[in-house]
């Protein structure tokens, strides 16, 4: 099981950013895979809804990317896997 949320990231503008945000998020308890697209301005986290929260992960999310020098928010898809 796991759990998809997708975020909208501003400032993310090359392949670099990519893999740097991919990086930094990769790090936070529970995530399991970060797949960011610059083009879209988005990235899609997967994470183990066992290990902790969307609240959790959001925070997390944006304390972190803030210091990286993106802004992030929550564009509302969500969706649970079986």
């Known amino acids: 099981m796991g759990q998809l949320v997708v975020l909208q990231v501003a400032g993310m503008d090359c392949g670099a950013c990519e893999r740097r945000i991919a990086t930094v998020l990769g790090r936070i308890d529970g995530v399991s895979h970060v797949d960011a697209d610059h083009a879209a301005g988005q990235m899609r986290v997967r994470f183990d809804a066992g290990r902790t929260t969307v ?3 959001m925070a997390a999310a944006r304390e972190r990317m803030e210091q990286a020098g993106f ?3 929550r564009s509302g ?3 649970v896997e079986s």
């Open 71 to 73: 802004q992030v928010t």
């Open 55 to 57: 609240d959790v992960l």
């Open 77 to 79: 898809d969500e969706e």
